[in-house]
């Protein structure tokens, strides 16, 4: 059972300064919104912030804006974390090109709403910047793949630094090629954010703009990178071979070498006669660190009758019978032996409308 950020879906638009989930978003995700564009003028007017029907907060994590000194390509990364759940509209407001200038590309705008574990951190962000700008003729050079790449590296604190307790990710890098002409100015437009949970399992999350000329398929990824989502505008600045295109990507670099480490990850309350879990799925407990793949062991205390432990997965399933709050303590071993225990809980609710007697949670 994977510990760290899911995908759960994307949606895009170019012009509009909005984009809209075709399904409604969970309570507890958090949305990620990207925003690029290009203002042919000195000046261009940023974004001034992101909002959406539901009454969610979203915070700026990373900006490229108003890099280049003629033509200002601009790049932002907004979240909103812990959301509340419903039919979303992200709409980005305050934009466009500066007095006396019309002509400005896009904007793209691409939204991602993520799953999240119970405990995690917003523990970094970044952004790259390339060479400022190239002359025409210098259009065809290509540039280090450094310069659109995000890093990241979280060490765990398992004793000094250096020592047989201490281990960590290494640099977690997650790139973003364009793809065509790499003008400098697109390597001027990585934007991102660094996620940590609780075993710290790094989520990197990324956007770039790409100004020059665009190829399908645009952008390229890195061998541990994800692309999940392109835009493409037709048409570029004046002085600009047309074309402009972004993307938002995500990189997981589960966290490696340390001790295993376990979570109950809340276990939700089931109800007699119902298959446990969303949908009927069951719930997992979680582990990272050590050495994978994992075995888990019920080694104390009792599973609501009805419910098992599956040693493989780690995933509680059944439907249960008898209701009460059962506490039991799970212990999970690294393919090298070592292990690590954590105590749970889960609480069995009659059937609805029954009386539940005696029974206390």
Request: glycine content about 14%; proline content about 7%.
């Amino acid at each position: 059972m994977s510990a760290s950020f899911n995908l759960v879906q994307t949606a895009q638009s170019i012009g509009s300064g909005s984009a809209t989930f075709a399904s409604p978003v969970a309570f507890g995700n958090i949305i990620v919104a990207f925003f690029a564009a290009y203002g042919d003028g000195y000046t261009f007017t940023y974004p001034t912030g992101a909002s959406d029907g539901l009454g969610n907060t979203y915070s700026l994590y990373s900006q490229s804006a108003g890099i280049a000194t003629n033509t200002q390509p601009c790049a932002f990364l907004y979240a909103s974390l812990a959301v509340r759940g419903g039919s979303c509209t992200v709409t980005f407001a305050g934009f466009g090109p500066s007095p006396g200038s019309t002509l400005y590309s896009g904007p793209s705008v691409i939204i991602a709403e993520f799953e999240v574990p119970d405990h995690y951190e917003v523990w970094g962000t970044g952004i790259t910047s390339g060479p400022i700008l190239q002359l025409e003729s210098q259009l065809a050079n290509s540039y280090s793949a450094a310069d659109c790449s995000m890093k990241f590296r979280a060490l765990a604190n398992n004793g000094a630094i250096g020592g047989s307790g201490c281990s960590d990710t290494g640099v977690a890098i997650l790139t973003m090629q364009s793809y065509g002409y790499n003008i400098a100015r697109c390597n001027s437009n990585v934007v991102g954010m660094a996620l940590v949970n609780q075993f710290l399992d790094v989520f990197l999350i990324g956007g770039n703009y790409n100004t020059g000329n665009p190829e399908s398929p645009y952008f390229t990824m890195g061998a541990v990178g994800t692309l999940i989502n392109t835009t493409f505008e037709p048409t570029g600045g004046a002085a600009l071979p047309a074309g402009c295109s972004g993307c938002l990507a995500y990189g997981d670099f589960p966290y490696l070498g340390g001790p295993p480490q376990a979570d109950c990850d809340n276990p939700p309350n089931g109800t007699i006669g119902v298959a446990y879990g969303p949908a009927g799925a069951g719930h997992g407990i979680v582990a990272s660190g050590g050495t994978p793949p994992y075995t888990y062991a019920l080694i104390g205390g009792f599973l609501p009758p009805g419910l098992s432990l599956n040693t493989s997965t780690g995933v509680i399933s059944g439907t249960p019978t008898t209701a009460g709050k059962f506490l039991f303590t799970i212990q999970v071993t690294d393919s090298l032996g070592a292990t690590a225990t954590v105590n749970c809980s889960i609480a069995i609710c009659p059937p609805a409308g029954t009386s539940s007697g005696n029974v206390f949670y």
